[in-house]
């Protein structure tokens, strides 16, 4: 499908100083949004625990606010389901319900309540939902569960196998259940609104984990770019990898600053969406790239900047069907999908449409500067020279045609102006002649015959002899 007819050059680069403004604003201005008021960071990258509740009735989200605050989660978030109005998801930064002094009391406790029994492992996760306990003496589940309620455990009052043997018989290893922060905020919910409901899913990010997620993702985002970039140097040389780079950059930033500007969750979606944004842009990229190199070699007389515009124009078309198609295909996940997928549908619109454009003007305006700064000064002054000189000469030879059609125009009125001028006068010359020929036979006398007389040519050749011989 061509949009733009072969043989047709666009002068993309002379507009480039437009979009290369609009793209360090939109630059510096998604910077200061990440550092001030900064992204809304999901569960994968701040911690914390997130809990889907469904309760019998529906139940007013504002009665829900308070009974979190009053509990102390007043920085939690409630959205309500799109399929379900009596079922809520509900984040709180809280990721556990055990502190480090509250584990060691636990721990003296139940070592306490064992007696003779040594305590061997005593080891809680990290979200305070789980207790791994291994003891000397063989114990049954209910003995244990109830040894542990005395000590002071939170242990889960619902659910199968709260108290689960774990590893070889003679180990004597448990595995508890305990009440985790999704169940003691469920059931303060349910207290305080006076209705029951279901706890169906509860999930919780320690903030060493989310930590640990959100420098990892920073890292992947930095070594694809430098990746990105050596291979940019090898395949072409090294004044294409600067652009495709900045590119890239321009890309993730953009990204980023509309998910600020939008108030979106930036988590391991996000990151997916804009690395995959990344390789997108790349991609369209370096196609730009490689028809400008195959132009390089074919049209050695025109400017970089002149080749950029061809190899845009050729490959055009080419960038607005794919870019259209990939729109096209994420739009109705943008539109009609859950949270988690509309953040990746948004990431991948926006991206492509910031990929698109900085391909053209990000990437090759800089490796056109680039090109004539560093690598080829000379030759960029004499190809403006000739191209100078050849619009000069264009110029001279458009002057002369237009003066040989304006001496062409002016011969052709004259010429015009002097035939009417002859067909004005020939009428005239023929009315005069019999008033003139009339007015001569009219001054002759009257019976005088103007025939002149006739001559015999023997007399007259006889007489002129006659004459030569008197003279001799």
């Known amino acids: 499908m061509e949009l733009i007819k072969p043989g047709r050059v666009i002068d993309f680069m002379g507009m480039r100083r437009f979009w290369i403004t609009l793209s360090v604003t939109l630059t510096v201005l998604s910077l200061i949004l990440l550092v001030k008021p900064g992204p809304k960071y999901g569960l994968d990258f701040k911690g914390g625990t997130e809990l889907t509740v469904r309760f019998e009735r529906r139940v007013d989200q504002g009665d829900v606010r308070r009974s979190l605050s009053n509990h102390g989660h007043g920085a939690a978030e409630i959205v309500p389901s799109a399929s379900d109005p009596r079922a809520l998801l509900i984040r709180v930064e809280r ?56 000590a002071g455990v939170d242990v889960r009052r619902q659910g199968r ?17 305990l009440v985790s922060v999704g169940d003691l905020v469920f059931q303060q919910i349910t207290q305080d609104t006076g209705t029951s409901g279901e706890l169906i899913a509860s999930v919780w990010v320690s903030p060493k984990a989310s930590e640990k997620l959100r420098n990892d993702s920073i890292r992947a985002l930095l070594y694809s770019l430098v990746f990105i970039m050596i291979y940019v140097a090898f395949r072409f040389d090294l004044r294409f990898a600067p652009g495709g780079i900045l590119a890239l950059f321009h890309d993730a930033v953009v990204v980023l600053g509309v998910f600020v500007v939008l108030r979106r969750e930036v988590s391991i979606a996000t990151v997916a969406a804009v690395l995959t944004v990344v390789g ?102 004499l190809a403006a ?35 009417s001028d002859d067909a004005q006068a020939e ?20 019976g005088v015959s103007r025939r002149k007389p006739k001559v015999d040519a023997k007399k007259s050749k006889g007489e002129s002899s006659t004459d030569e011989s008197t003279k001799d």
């Open 95 to 150: 990721s556990s319900v055990i502190d480090p002094a509250r584990e060691t009391r636990l721990r003296e406790a139940v070592r306490t309540a064992l007696g003779d029994v040594q305590l061997r492992e005593f080891r809680m996760s990290q979200g305070g939902d789980h207790l791994t306990i291994q003891i000397s003496a063989s114990k049954t589940e209910a003995e244990l569960e109830t040894l542990l309620r005395g």
């Open 385 to 419: 020279a000739a191209a100078a000189d050849h619009a000069r000469f264009e110029a001279k030879k458009a002057a002369k045609k237009t003066e040989a059609k304006v001496e062409s125009a002016d011969e052709s009125s004259d010429e015009q102006a002097s035939e």
């Open 427 to 446: 009428p005239s010359a023929q009315s005069e002649e019999p008033k003139s020929e009339a007015k001569s036979e009219s001054s002759e006398p009257s």
């Open 161 to 177: 196998e709260i108290v689960k043997r774990i590893g070889e018989p003679t180990e004597n290893r448990y595995n508890v259940s």
């Open 280 to 381: 997108y842009s790349m991609n369209d990229t370096i196609i730009v790239y490689d028809r400008v190199r195959e132009n390089l070699g074919k049209r050695r007389g025109l400017r970089m900047l002149d080749v950029i515009n061809v190899s845009i124009s050729e490959t055009f078309s080419r960038t607005l069907v794919t870019s259209a198609t990939v729109i096209l295909s994420v739009l109705p996940f943008a539109i009609m999908g859950s949270e988690v997928i509309q953040n990746f549908a948004i990431a991948m619109i926006v991206g492509v449409l910031a990929g698109t454009y900085s391909s053209i003007y990000v990437a090759t305006p800089l490796t056109e500067w680039i090109d004539s700064r560093f690598f080829h000064p000379a030759s960029q002054a």
